[in-house]
């Protein structure tokens, strides 16, 4: 889960209440504002258009629960006598209103919070703590109340929804401090089943939960705000992780050990000694993404130009990371190397991947299948990477989607001649005269060894007549640069 995603669910626990719309694509969440309910449209950015849902008389820092279906926009909240209320947007008015014939006389404890969700009739459901038990009611229907048989303090968060047509309750236990949830489908009672492994380290204030449906499987997620401002995560099989802190500003500050190791790689402040901290408990998280930027920890390295993190990562008695994790959009460290590295440390973090085992040609869809070299030619002109790259084996004839090489990416870029070998380069580089000697060289000391293998005054008198002919088709020039070199 990226950066983005947990701030996210920091604004959704710090709320009263949230809700999404039916196609998923806008998320509402209540705040309670001194004795006010307002609520803010969370864009997956900011917040936008605020609305304020009740005026005044709301009990403070009361949770509320907001049901949102395709007919149904409703919110039920505590007042500050502690009773119960249920107020309904209005769409041809464009504004909230509490309907006194739906009145419901439900006094909640003074500290207790409350839940709602749709069940499989459509009708709402609420639920929250007398204080002598926790209480069900569906608003169709306000005065039957059944009583839930679960061990539930009167102080405990609370949460409702409705999967595979069962109602789930859930809340912490008075009996063993652990995240329970209770279950009620229309054909039988109320069943309690203990989720959590361990006891919340603090209070959970709020709590928000996920279904999941795969194939004939519902597992659930959740998510808690602690009163030390700790979020911490349930996963499906109930072991409890802590991934940070909420701010003062509202801000999640992650304290998951992957998010450290992506920062401080990208930050270039790693030691042996952390690594070795940081994996611990899980050494998996290596290769795993996270960070702000969202990429595993050797790519934050690569995209930063953090030289000596990158060589602690691939060069360590821990664990090594892989040269060939992949980020999303499946993009290697290789490729934030070459496309977002510094200047001054992209070749030698080039060069350092290379020699622990990355694919120089690796590409992917995502990416047009452009490969490294395409990349450093068209994105950075970056003459010692792309040298790196070619004299490391890159292909100048893999084609991307547009069905172009490397070859054909430099035309017209004055990179042509940066693809040469290294050999090829240097003979460029030394140009034709430096050729020219070299050659002569070579034929002087084929002549030597003939003329010392034959021995004879005839054959060396045709020798030097040969070499006196091949020096004089080779020019002037050659008779320059040697009388240059004589002085």
Avoid at 119 to 124: A, F, L, S
Avoid at 374 to 401: C, F, P, Q, Y
Avoid at 416 to 435: C, D, F, M, T, V
Wanted: aromatic share 6%.
């Amino acid at each position: 889960m990226s950066q983005p995603e947990f701030q996210k669910i920091a604004h959704l626990l710090a709320g009263a209440a949230n809700a999404n719309t039916a196609d998923g694509t806008r998320t509402y969440v209540l705040y309670t504002e001194d004795s006010s309910i307002i609520s803010k449209e969370w864009t997956g950015k900011t917040f936008t258009t605020q609305t304020t849902v009740v005026e005044d008389d709301v009990r403070p820092d009361s949770t509320a629960a907001y049901v949102l279906g395709k007919s149904v926009q409703t919110v039920i909240y505590i007042d500050s006598s502690s009773m119960l209320h249920t107020i309904d947007f209005d769409e041809e008015s464009d504004e909230w209103y509490e309907d006194p014939n739906k009145a419901i006389q439900h006094r909640a404890h003074p500290s207790s919070h409350v839940a709602a969700c749709l069940n499989g009739h459509g009708h709402i459901v609420v639920v929250y703590h007398t204080g002598s038990f926790l209480a069900a009611f569906t608003l169709a229907d306000p005065t039957n109340v059944t009583k839930v048989p679960v061990n539930c303090s009167s102080n405990s968060a609370l949460y409702a929804l409705f999967a595979d047509g069962t109602i789930r309750v859930f809340y912490v236990s008075s009996a063993d401090h652990c995240l329970h949830y209770a279950t009620k489908s229309n054909e039988l009672d109320w069943s309690d089943t203990k989720w959590s492994t361990q006891p919340f380290n603090g209070t959970a204030k709020r709590f928000i939960v996920n279904a999941t449906r795969e194939r004939t499987t519902t597992s659930f997620e959740a998510y808690v705000l602690t009163d030390r401002a700790k979020m911490l995560q349930v996963s499906a099989d109930g072991h409890c992780s802590n991934l940070g802190r909420i701010d003062e500003n509202g801000t999640f500050v992650s304290e998951r050990a992957v998010d450290m190791c992506c920062i401080e790689a990208q930050e270039n402040t790693f030691t042996e000694e952390r690594l070795h901290d940081l994996l611990a408990e899980d050494p998996a998280i290596i290769d795993a993404v996270g960070g702000p930027l969202s990429v595993t920890p050797l790519a934050a390295a690569c995209w930063s130009g953090s030289v000596d993190a990158v060589d602690l990562l691939l060069d360590n008695p821990i664990r090594l990371a892989n040269p060939n994790a992949l980020s999303p959009k499946n993009r290697t460290p290789l490729y934030y190397a070459v496309r977002g590295s510094i200047p001054g440390n992209r070749r030698a973090i080039v060069r350092a991947l290379l020699d622990a085992g990355a694919k120089v040609d690796a590409c992917y869809p995502e990416d047009q299948n452009n490969t490294p070299l395409m990349t450093a030619i068209a994105d950075t002109a970056d003459k010692e990477v792309i040298h790196e790259l070619v004299d490391r084996g890159a292909s100048l004839t893999k084609t991307n989607m547009q069905g172009q090489t490397a070859v054909v990416l430099a035309e017209g870029t004055g990179l042509e001649e940066e693809l040469l070998r290294s050999e090829e380069r240097e003979l460029k580089k030394a140009g034709p005269h430096s050729i020219q000697k070299e050659l002569v060289q070579v034929l002087v000391a084929i002549a030597m060894l003939i003329i010392a293998y034959f021995n004879n005054d005839v054959v060396k008198e045709i020798v030097v007549g040969v070499l006196a002919k091949v020096q004089e088709s080779m020019g002037d020039d050659l008779e320059e640069d040697e009388d240059v070199s004589d002085d």
